[in-house]
Every structure is written in structure tokens, then in C-alpha cells.
């Protein structure tokens, strides 16, 4: 069946410093991925997303790009800041599961001032 | 983006009562809603789809006599955790469906004593 990994946490950076978060998937069709930000006793949110290969999704600086051949999905972002705390789940939905969606474990990130 | 509203945000109740949690999307119509179960520093554990006008999908280990799914509208899905125990202490969190994209409500704590 369809699968999310992503890279355990937690990762723990200072301000400004750079930030990748792995994410690689399986799927049986033709997936769109999503990275979903949860902050701290809230819900999830959705940070970005990308429908078909070599799309790149982006929002608030973070970047992600859709990349078929190796079945990744990176989460980056050039400079990092402590309102970004967060857990961050790296998602797949496939409309061949009925448009379930399937999240990795997520990974706990910490900025340091 | 769409607004999935969830209530209540939290609830502590005794052993063997039940509680109830609503889930209702604001700005769109959701015939399929979906509800997560997440332990503390832990992914989202899907629990079941809910489906307006028929019965719910549970995902397999899930007791359907345990957690009542009703979904009587387009705009609202409820979950009863019936005669809760301790074990049942968790975040819940609702998502309704637009366009394959996923709007998660706040989540609730449910704390049973």
C-alpha cells in the first residue's frame, strides 16, 4: 500500500540557519503530496502542496519539489526562524485510495534563538 | 482556504461516561469526513471516513460500537466516544475534502480520569 517516510526528528537549528526535512513516498498511482504544519495543541495546516512531477509547491518561504524519479517530496526553507517551530508531516493523497490521505510519522523542529 | 470548525477544543470526563464531538465545515459542503486519532509526539492514526447519509468506513482495529460516527448533513459529522476510558485519553481531529486538499479542524483533547 501507499506510504509516507520522512526523516526522524527531533531536528533542533538556530535562527536563520537552513533547513531540509527528507520525505520520500510509495504509491501505486500518480499521488499529490502536501506538507502539513502542526503547531503546538492545535490542528494541522496546510503549508504546501504539489499535484504532478517536477511541480514545486511553496508558501512562507518554505519549498518543496515533486520529484518522481527518486519519489521524494523535501521540505526547505533558506532561513529558519523560532515561529517555525513545529511538527511538520509530510502527506500523500491518491485518488486511487478514495482521496485518503496517508501522512509519515512527522518530524519535531526546534529553532534556537 | 476552506474552515472546518471543531468543538470542543478540549473535554475531561469520568470513566464510562461518553462524549461527543462535533465537526462541521463552515464554507463548504462535505459529503466524506475524515477522523484522526493522534498520540502525543505521534502521527495521525485515521479512524474512520465519514460518509453524509450512510454508515461510516471504519480503518480495521477500530471498534465502531466504541466511536459512533453520525454524519446527517453536508455541513456536520459528530464522533461519541462511548463509555470512555482512560486508554481513550487522545487528539482527535476532524478534515473535510476540497478538491483533494484536506482542512483539518482544531482538534480535541480528550482527557479521561
Known amino acids: 500500500g501507499d506510504s509516507v517516510t520522512q526523516m526522524e526528528g527531533p531536528v533542533t537549528l538556530s535562527e536563520e540557519a537552513f533547513l531540509t526535512i527528507n520525505c520520500t513516498y510509495t504509491?501505486?498511482?500518480?499521488?499529490?503530496l502536501f506538507w502539513y504544519v502542526q503547531y503546538p495543541g492545535e490542528g494541522l495546516q496546510l503549508l504546501l502542496k504539489?499535484?504532478?512531477?517536477?511541480d514545486k509547491g511553496s508558501n512562507k518561504g518554505f519549498e518543496a519539489t515533486y520529484r518522481k524519479e527518486t519519489t521524494s517530496f523535501h521540505l526547505e526553507k533558506g532561513s529558519v526562524q523560532v515561529s517555525d517551530s513545529a511538527v511538520y508531516f509530510c502527506?500523500?493523497?491518491?485518488?486511487?485510495?478514495?482521496?485518503?490521505?496517508?501522512f509519515g510519522a512527522g518530524t519535531r523542529l526546534f529553532v534556537k534563538a | 482556504g476552506a474552515v472546518v470548525s471543531q468543538h470542543p477544543s478540549r473535554v475531561i470526563c469520568k470513566s464510562g461516561t461518553s462524549v461527543k464531538i462535533e465537526c462541521r465545515s463552515l464554507?463548504?459542503?462535505?459529503?466524506?469526513m475524515f477522523w484522526y486519532r493522534q498520540f502525543p509526539k505521534q502521527s495521525l492514526m485515521l479512524m474512520a471516513t465519514?460518509?453524509?447519509?450512510?454508515?461510516?468506513?471504519?480503518e480495521q482495529g477500530v471498534e465502531k460500537d466504541k466511536f459512533l460516527i453520525n454524519h446527517a448533513s453536508l455541513t456536520l459529522s459528530t464522533l461519541t466516544v462511548t463509555s470512555a476510558h482512560p486508554e481513550d485519553s487522545s487528539f482527535y481531529i476532524c478534515?473535510?475534502?476540497?478538491?483533494?486538499?484536506?482542512?483539518f479542524g482544531a482538534g480535541t483533547r480528550l482527557s479521561v480520569l
Open positions: 504539489a499535484t504532478k512531477a517536477d
Open positions: 464554507d463548504f459542503q462535505a459529503t466524506t
Open positions: 465519514s460518509n453524509e447519509g450512510s454508515k461510516a468506513t471504519y
Open positions: 502527506a500523500l493523497s491518491d485518488d486511487t485510495g478514495g482521496f485518503k490521505t496517508i
Open positions: 478534515s473535510g475534502t476540497v478538491k483533494n486538499i484536506q482542512y
Open positions: 504509491a501505486t498511482g500518480y499521488p499529490s
